[in-house]
């Protein structure tokens, strides 16, 4: 769902949670999730493979020594799929059900074998000003990584695909840990033109009221800083998720 300070001004980022009740690990999908679509890149040192799956058990190479397997989840439509997929990785029933939630909270949780990250992507509407957001989230296993994209057509992973298939740096030779960090930096890096693009409003709102202030300029003012509040809602969590990740990484997350 698109979050937009001028679609509406009293507009609250509200972040889902599980109805009180409900049987833990339970998927409520959304109605307009997208079907969900997995792409799986496994790579090593000397080699590096893409294949479209149509079923999670097909990721043959998840427990090959020196192998790296990263799959890709993009949409959240497909409960059967997904179900899947958390059997083939062993996932705790309340990861999937956090990866579904959406839009969640960024937050990071340990369990005993992998960890998840829940984070929100922030981009530029299509069409007039304001701000959208995106649900990413990562499991992060030995030697896996799992990502989950509600938006798969807002992607800002291809540089990191790149880097495996050519090889370039070191991702090659490192583990899923640092996959993560690498995937989690363009999510940091689509927040700049974001805010590139409010500073250029801003610029413009401040001409005009040295210029010619008119009563429309004030609600103007008032719509910006509703708006860098709601984008604050995304990213300020997210900072908190990091540290945490620094400070409490355990013996999934490297140095």
């Known amino acids: 769902p698109e979050h937009s300070w001028e679609?509406?001004?009293?507009?609250?980022?509200?972040?889902?949670?599980?109805?009180?009740?409900?049987?833990?690990?339970?998927?409520?999908?959304?109605?307009?999730?997208?079907?969900?679509?997995l792409v799986l890149i496994d790579y090593g040192p000397d080699v590096a493979h893409t294949t479209r799956l149509a079923n999670p058990s097909d990721c043959r190479n998840v427990a090959?020594?020196?192998?790296?397997?990263?799959?890709?989840?993009?949409?959240?439509?497909?409960?059967?799929v997904l179900k899947q997929l958390g059997h083939?990785?062993?996932?705790?029933?309340?990861?999937?059900?956090?990866?579904?939630?959406?839009?969640?909270?960024?937050?990071?949780?340990?369990?005993?074998?992998?960890?998840l990250i829940i984070m929100q992507m922030v981009r530029t509407k299509e069409s007039g000003s304001g701000v959208a957001g995106?649900?990413?989230?990562?499991?992060?296993?030995?030697?896996?990584?799992?990502?989950?994209?509600e938006e798969p057509q807002w992607d800002s992973f291809e540089p990191v695909r790149d880097r495996i298939r050519r090889g370039v740096g070191t991702i090659r030779s490192k583990g899923a840990d640092y996959l993560a960090y690498a995937l989690l930096d363009t999510i940091v890096d689509s927040f700049f033109p974001v805010l590139e693009a409010i500073g250029e409003e801003l610029e413009d709102l401040e001409d005009e009221v040295v210029e010619c202030p008119t009563r429309a300029t004030i609600e103007?003012?008032?719509?910006?800083?509703?708006?860098?509040?709601?984008?604050?809602?995304?990213?300020?969590?997210?900072?908190?998720?990091i540290n945490s990740l620094i400070r409490d990484g355990g013996e999934l997350i490297s140095a």
Do not use: C
């Open 7 to 37: 679609e509406d001004d009293d507009e609250i980022i509200e972040f889902n949670y599980t109805e009180p009740g409900a049987l833990p690990g339970t998927l409520n999908i959304p109605d307009d999730a997208l079907p969900t679509e």
């Open 64 to 80: 090959k020594p020196g192998i790296m397997t990263w799959l890709d989840a993009r949409g959240l439509g497909s409960a059967q």
């Open 88 to 115: 083939t990785f062993k996932l705790h029933p309340l990861v999937l059900e956090d990866v579904v939630n959406v839009p969640h909270r960024p937050k990071v949780d340990f369990y005993e074998n992998h960890v």
């Open 134 to 149: 995106e649900q990413v989230s990562f499991v992060i296993g030995k030697e896996f990584l799992v990502t989950f994209q």
């Open 220 to 241: 103007k003012i008032h719509r910006l800083r509703r708006g860098l509040m709601k984008l604050r809602r995304y990213i300020w969590p997210q900072r908190n998720v």
